[in-house]
């Protein structure tokens, strides 16, 4: 089973 | 004073299509060179990057920048009152907690508003970095949408393998496994209908076909779509929107645990 990753792991907030 | 209006309103129609299944709210950012909107889905998988260029509409005034937070569902019912020929004028004032849709038959003969209430939204607005990405491949977007969907018949995701000889889609699931391969094509007669790839390096990706489905609902859009891809990070898949503008979506990869 792969696991989903974030958005927010790759791109900072601003 | 915020004033757009859209000749080819069908476009607006197809844009809101193409995004309302996956966010069901977001801010529509105004300013004098046009709209934008960015969103993250409620899990903050993917994120849906979309921009409207000022010269695309006419005529567009926008006096100061503005924020309008909009429910994509709401919109979207209401834009379905529009005809397809019609055009489609969007208007807000600078104190109102309101947006009002004007459509507009070709001959002028029937013209019809819709005034909707307009939503305090709290943005987490991320900064997408310029990215050279290993692999870019273009293919026609309806061939894009054809594998996504007949590879979700199979399992939840897909790999997608891409080297200098082709690029390869695959699933696997309880019923067994399936693979597509695309062959660079450049040659063929309608450039429409060209698979295309750029590689500095090749790479290996897997995502959930969720995602990539909700975003082939933009393939009325363009006739082709852009897939950008860098091993270890997250996918954009880039629709143009006619001459004044594209939608890009976002989807974090999934990692083997």
Known sequence: QDSQLRMTQFFPSE | MFEARLAQGTLLKKVLEAIKDLLNEATWDCNENGMSLQAMDSSHVSLVSLTLNAEGFEPY???????????????????????????????????GDTITYVFESPNGDKVSDYEMKLMDIETDHL??????????????????????????????????????????????????????????????????EAVTIEMQEACTLTFALRYLNFFCKATPLSPQVTLSMSNEVPLVVEYKIGEMGHVRYYLAPKIED
Do not use: H, W
């Open chain 2, 61 to 95: 005034r926008c006096d100061r920048n503005c924020s309008l937070g909009i429910n994509l569902a709401s919109m979207s019912k209401i834009f379905k009152c529009a005809s397809n020929e019609d055009s489609i004028t969007i208007k807000a004032g600078d104190e």
């Open chain 2, 127 to 192: 900064g997408i970095p310029d990215t050279t990405y290993s692999c870019v491949v273009k293919l026609p977007a309806a061939e894009f949408q054809r594998i996504c969907r007949d590879l979700s018949q199979i399992g939840e995701s897909v790999t997608i393998c891409c080297t200098k000889d082709g690029v390869r889609f695959s699933a696997s699931g309880d019923l067994g496994s399936g693979n597509i391969k695309l062959a660079q094509n450049a040659n063929v007669d309608k450039e429409d």
